[in-house]
């Protein structure tokens, strides 16, 4: 299965798997944190994936 994520969900995701939080995200790109929330519902949906700490080991695993 091939999940293909937009520019900004790979963005978020990167980040998510270097530890940054909600708010740390957003700033980072210049987006609300309910903005970053969604992104990371979205990916955690494409992905599924059922928690943050799910998503964030994901990320670093495919970063590495």
């Not at 700033?27 to 799910?54: F, P, Q």
Request: charged content about 25%; hydrophobic content about 40%.
């Amino acid at each position: 299965m091939t999940v293909t994520l937009t520019e900004r969900e790979t963005q978020v995701f990167k980040l998510a798997g270097d530890g940054l939080s909600v708010q740390e995200i957003g700033d980072e790109l210049g987006i609300t944190a309910n903005t970053v929330k969604t992104h990371l519902i979205h990916l955690r949906n494409k992905l599924g994936l059922s928690y943050k700490r799910e998503l964030v080991k994901a990320s670093r695993e495919f970063f590495a």
